[in-house]
């Protein structure tokens, strides 16, 4: 009888990942160079550079108020339809589902966890850091201005930098770095390039972020990209610990599989033992067939009992009647004659 384990979702998966590897024999994980390293260096000092701009009130918080009083939407108002469909493109909930969607494709098709984890691990490091820059600066954006060539910083606003760009800049530029070949990369680092350009100019144009806040957005993004191979040895040990814990539970669902209980084997007994267990026998058989003393009546309540029919019918004391003493009790056998009276 051929018997078939039943697997569950997250069986079938693993399963389809531990079959004969159909990735490449080399993926090429980007390392911390000395040219990245010079680049991450000049990105943190571009950024640390527009922080001071603008807590200083400088040209290009000027420039900031200009750009607004220009108002580009109502100068070009013609493209505000496109332009509200295309900010989309920066939005996290979106953005983070289809490049996720995309990304595990990958990771069924190459056996891998890679691109997932390091996805997880890009927008973790991008809450973090542009969420705490958001809230320890607290600039207002330009529809919530209170001085006109202010820099509104520390009004308690969550603008600076921008979030929608930082995140076009990640979630579309984590296509380029997991990127298989050289030539895949330029591609979509250009690909990438561009659309995280034409989202910090959305908002932009829509007003709902000064100019400076897209440019330290962009230096935001891009700090995360070229500081993630610093972050491959924890997603390898992530990954490890995930299948480690995976063969763990599959092992403890293994073991847990009901053992047939061992059928008893007879054991040769020598004849001294069988003689000595047959007296032992017919002792107990003999005392157990000894008569046993006869037990003493159980009485319920001291005196004789009488069944109700067998009473003597009694007439009720001040009755009109007449004593009934040729009547029989109820239930006897015996009939006698009874007298006639003639009237």
């Not at 100019?201 to 962009?218: C, F, K, P, Q, R």
């Not at 891009?222 to 480690?244: H, K, N, Q, S, V």
């Not at 073991?255 to 107990?284: C, F, H, M, N, Y």
């Not at 009934?324 to 009790?329: E, G, N, S, T």
């Amino acid at each position: 009888m051929r018997t078939e384990q039943n697997l569950t979702r997250l069986d079938r998966v693993f399963a389809r990942l531990d079959r004969e590897p159909e990735r490449p024999a080399h993926i090429d994980v980007p390392q911390m160079s000395r040219h990245r390293v010079a680049l991450f260096s000049a990105t943190l000092a571009f950024y640390l550079a527009i922080v001071w701009l603008v807590v200083t009130t400088s040209w290009l918080v000027r420039l900031d108020w200009q750009v607004m009083f220009f108002r580009p939407y109502q100068q070009w108002s013609e493209i505000h339809w496109f332009v509200d469909y295309y900010v989309v493109l920066g939005q996290r909930g979106p953005t983070a589902v289809m490049v996720c969607a995309w990304l595990g494709w990958r990771s069924w098709r190459q056996h891998t966890l890679r691109p997932l984890l390091t996805l997880g691990a890009s927008l973790l490091l991008l809450n973090i850091t542009v969420g705490a820059a958001k809230i320890g600066m607290g600039r207002l954006g330009p529809h919530y201005a209170t001085a006109i060539g202010s820099n509104e910083m520390g009004l308690g606003g969550d603008i600076f930098p921008s979030g929608h760009t930082a995140n076009a800049v990640v979630t579309w530029g984590i296509l380029a770095y997991l990127a298989s070949t050289p030539r895949a990369r330029r591609w979509l680092s250009a690909l990438s390039a561009v659309t995280s350009l034409g989202v910090g100019l959305a908002t932009v144009y829509l007003g709902t972020h000064w100019l400076s806040d897209v440019i330290l957005g962009w230096a935001a993004g891009l700090l995360i990209l070229l500081g993630l191979p610093w972050c491959e040895p924890l997603i390898a040990r992530t990954e490890a610990w995930i299948f480690t814990l995976r063969d763990r539970l599959r092992d403890r669902r293994a073991g847990a599989v009901p053992v047939p209980t061992p059928v008893p084997v007879p054991v040769a007994v020598p004849l001294k033992q069988r003689a000595s267990a047959g007296q032992q026998d017919e002792t107990i058989a003999a005392h157990e067939a000894a008569p046993r003393p006869p037990r003493a009546p159980v009485h319920l309540a001291p005196g004789p009992h009488t069944a109700r029919a067998e009473r003597a019918p009694v007439t009720p004391v001040g009755s009109r009647r007449p004593p009934h003493a040729d009547r029989l009790p109820h239930g006897s056998t015996t009939s006698a004659a009874r007298p006639l009276t003639g009237g």
